[in-house]
């Protein structure tokens, strides 16, 4: 971000310094109130205010107030449907219906019945969710930065047609090909079990198809930005490529390795049509293909059983997403989208 | 980033090495790695060569010429990489594009092919496989059929029948295999034990019951020869098919009817006035799924409403969450407002749940007789958000843009913090409006920065399987359509449905609309390369 904003300053230096000879003859405090009066779109942006002017509400109310009101319209359009799926899951009864009183009954019953309940293996999702998820995210880090590393440190006849081909692949995403996915794969577990329908393996196989189209880019950008010097003083030390790939780049590479491995994280817990055709028995399933069965029918479903296995699922994600911010939003513009 | 050298790796030299400098990089690599490094790649290779070998094994021995030699060709070639010297760039490429070529680039390859086919419930297998199906599936009991004493066994959790014939031999078989003679033991009269076969206690053949009155073992090769089965596990009478088939002609006789059916061409016997035997099989139908899917006019009609819808849904959710995003981001971009840091958290909390809870949490709060909003925020009325086709896409909007306007807010922030405040103070001191200001200045700037990922949000929305299939299943469901699609599907959920949802799945038309999908994502990027010159400035 730093390096950003230095860039657009230098585009307009021209300008600013004449806005800040021309701004000079005006006092400091006044110039800022009007620039804010300006921008709050009050009237009278010129208009000069003596300072030490006693609180006024109105004038409040125009700078910042009113925001205040925006931001807490949307926190409330934001949080409702959560703050009705934690009541939900804290209450004891079952149904829909019993949920639409807020917080009227507290207990954790709910957590208990999906817990326990037979008939729906929610630790089980839960399980094969963290591990398929997460050894999606690690294979998709390392395919993908072997690939970025060789694009953005090596010249080969090629190469060029190679990042256009990503660049085009990306375009095209794997869901698009379901039914083919679902057919290829029940071919291969008629030859080799293991790895075919109804396997994590196998699944895990096709995520990983989607990583290197998806990801490649993004850390090929950020492994241009580390300067080739720092090879070239490893590979005087005597630093083969592979030292240099795994000893300097991938840990000068760690925010983005970070943003690649959270984002593919958080796609494969989403991720639901390829996950419903290959994962068949109900305890091999992820929680996006579990969870959405149990409730395809709300009415009937036991919904603060569904509520409590939600509030249960969202928390890890919710957490990571909220730890790891920072570097997210940097990667957001670099273009996932969710 | 701290350092201050911005060196452009372009920069390097793109001619090729001379030898002494290839053999400077040779001793390097040589003296970095050691002798681990070697020992392990040794290790890993050896494990992938055993792979390979044990899965073209497997290939030959299922008659799987092609995929085997392709496994070996790729096995080799794997080898020929990590051995030489030189080949560095594809060392790292390698393990990503096997999966690239193969679960992407194949795919949708192969999509095209099954576009073609028709390929689905009632046409998944080979004519041979077809023929035995029909056979077996039209199975009666000969009225005269001596019994047979049998013994059901099992291995390796395949039921076999030990047949004694009338001879006194014992004949083996399954539902795959017919009956060939074997070696077994008899109590008396009857074969009770074969080596490697379980016999089947009297227990198991109580539990197994469904299994095993299920089994129809082939008498010889010939189908029409008839089968073996066993109401009760203990004897066994003969069965033949009520249809005949006639190898040379290609036809099949109903015994009882005198109907014929004969194969058409179109993957299906079919009699003269048109009843067809399933299952079928698999074969090319040409442009059919196409032509079909275009000009049934019960087909064509839910295409056009969903391609029109899937553009709507797509660009109102880009532009409502942009908007929104945009108006946020200029509320909360002042940096006089307290608390700003705690709305943010809490307004991005939609973005941080994975969508697929979310929009089930919609859907239950949605819900028309029991749900949230229609009980407690409107006091009882009974707005069916989700079961009328006006009202449901306008639910699916509102979702979409309660999931996707932190994303938006997050961008736009980013993007105006970026913009350097002497900007604005210029304007201002120039005696801009802040109106003009946003729209002539800011605006502008914002745009470069967010163009680009507003077509990416747009590709997404296109394709946004989890809000539409999570919250309304694509419904209210379209009942004129003979396939399972409603008002408020997208191309995807419309895909993923006629494949894998409904009474019967129709591979080959879910892959033609795959194949419009993949048509009108390929212009799309065409436009959107043409316009942001990315593939240009690629270097």
């Known amino acids: 971000m730093a390096k950003e904003t230095k860039q657009h300053r230098s585009w307009v230096e021209g300008p600013v310094v004449e806005a800040e000879i021309l701004a000079a003859g005006l006092d400091t405090e006044a110039r800022r109130r009007a620039i804010a009066d300006a921008d709050a779109g009050g009237p009278g942006g ?68 999906i817990l326990t309940d037979p008939q729906v293996p929610f630790t089980q999702w839960f399980a094969n969710t963290i591990v398929i998820a997460g050894i999606t995210a ?177 928390l890890p994600v919710v957490a990571l997403f909220l730890w790891l911010q920072k570097y997210i939003v940097g990667g957001l513009t670099a273009g996932a989208v969710k | 980033m701290t350092t201050t050298i911005d060196e452009d790796v372009t920069a390097e030299t793109p001619q090729k090495p001379t030898n002494r400098q290839r053999r400077a990089a040779n001793i390097a690599d040589a003296a970095s790695g050691g002798l681990k490094m070697i020992l392990l790649k040794i290790v890993m290779l050896a494990i992938l060569d055993a792979i390979a070998v044990y899965a073209v094994f497997v290939l030959v021995m299922n008659n799987q010429w092609l995929v085997a030699a392709v496994v070996a060709v790729v096995a080799a070639a794997v080898n020929w990489i990590y051995f ?141 020869d008839g089968a073996l089965r066993t109401p009760d596990g203990s004897s066994a009478y003969q069965y033949v098919s009520t249809l005949e088939y006639d190898e040379a002609s290609g036809t099949m006789t109903d015994v009882t009817t005198g109907t014929v059916y004969s194969d058409i061409g179109t993957g299906a016997f079919t009699s003269d006035d048109g009843e067809e035997l399933l299952p079928g099989w698999q074969i090319t139908v040409g442009f059919d799924n196409f032509v079909r899917a275009v000009t049934d006019p019960r087909l064509a009609q839910p295409l056009v409403y969903v391609t029109l819808w899937t553009f709507a849904f797509a660009l109102i959710s880009v532009a409502s969450t942009f908007f929104l995003g945009l108006f946020l981001a200029i509320v909360f971009n002042d940096v006089r407002m307290r608390g700003r840091r705690y709305y943010r958290v809490l307004m991005i909390l939609p973005y941080a749940i994975p969508s697929f809870l979310s929009a089930l949490i919609w859907a239950g709060m949605m819900n028309e007789s029991f749900g949230f909003i229609n009980q407690v925020l409107l006091g009882g009325a009974e707005i069916p958000w989700l079961t009328d086709p006006w009202v449901a896409k306008f639910s699916v909007l509102l979702v979409n843009l309660w999931l996707g306007f932190p994303y938006m807010f997050l961008v736009c922030m980013g993007a105006l913090q970026s913009i350097p405040d002497e900007l604005q103070e210029a304007a201002t001191v120039d005696g801009a409006k802040p109106w003009a200001v946003f729209r002539l200045i800011k605006l502008p700037l914002l745009l470069v920065t967010v163009a680009p990922l507003l077509i990416a949000s747009f590709a997404f929305n296109f394709n946004n399987f989890n809000t539409i299939y999570m919250l309304t299943d694509g419904g209210p469901r379209d009942s004129n359509a003979p396939i399972p699609v409603g008002f408020t599907d997208i191309l995807i959920t419309m895909v993923y449905k006629v494949a894998f949802t409904g009474q019967s799945r129709d591979y080959g038309l879910a892959s033609a609309y795959s194949i419009i999908i993949f048509i009108i994502v390929a212009v799309i990027a065409v436009i959107a390369f043409r316009r942001t010159k990315t593939l240009e400035e690629l270097n």
Do not use: C
């Open chain 1, 46 to 113: 010129t208009e000069y205010v003596p300072p030490r002017k006693p609180f006024s509400f109105g004038r409040w109310f125009r700078a910042t107030g009113w925001r205040h009101i925006v931001g807490i319209v949307m926190v409330v359009f934001a949080l409702f449907p959560i703050v009705f799926v934690v009541s939900s899951s804290l209450n004891p009864q079952g149904t829909l219906t019993g949920s639409n009183a807020l917080f009227s009954k507290i207990g954790l019953e709910s957590y208990v019945r």
């Open chain 1, 138 to 314: 690690v294979g998709t880090v390392f395919l993908g930065a072997l690939a970025a590393y060789s694009f953005s440190r090596m010249r080969f006849t090629g190469r060029r047609v190679g990042l256009v081909s990503i660049v085009i692949v990306q375009m095209f995403p794997q869901m698009l090909a379901v039914v083919a996915i679902f057919l290829l794969m029940s071919a291969i577990s008629d030859w080799f079990p293991a790895i075919g329908l109804n396997t994590h393996i196998g699944l895990i196989m096709v995520y990983l198809g989607g990583a290197l189209g998806v990801n490649t880019f993004l850390m090929y950008g950020f492994f241009n930005t580390i300067p080739a010097s720092i090879d070239e003083a490893a590979k005087i030390d005597g630093a083969g490529h592979a030292r240099i790939f795994f000893t300097i780049i991938l840990r000068l590479a760690a925010p983005i390795l970070a943003v690649v491995a959270l984002l593919s994280f958080i796609f494969s817990v989403n991720e639901f049509a390829v996950a419903s055709v290959i994962l068949i028995d109900t305890e091999k399933q992820t929680l996006a293909v579990g969870l959405t069965k149990l409730v395809s029918n709300p009415r009937y479903a036991d919904w603060s059983a569904f509520s409590a296995g939600a509030v249960m699922a969202m």
């Open chain 2, 84 to 224: 030489s010297r030189r080949k560095l760039p594809a060392k790292y490429l390698t393990p990503g594009l096997i999966f690239l070529v193969l679960f992407q680039v194949f795919v949708l390859v192969y999509t095209g092919y099954i576009a073609f086919t028709n390929y689905g419930t009632g046409h998944n297998g080979s004519k041979e496989q077809a023929v035995s199906s029909l056979m077996a599936s039209s199975l009666q009991r000969v009225e005269d059929s001596p019994a047979y004493p049998v013994t059901v066994v099992d291995r390796a959790g395949t039921l076999g029948l030990l047949v004694t014939d009338p001879d006194g031999d014992a004949l083996i078989g399954t539902n795959d295999t017919p009956l060939d003679e074997v070696d077994a033991e008899f109590d008396g009269e009857k074969a009770v034990a074969v080596d490697g076969w379980t016999t089947l206690q009297f227990a198991d053949v109580i539990a197994r019951t469904d299994e095993i009155t299920e089994l129809a073992v082939p008498v010889s090769d010939d189908p029409n």
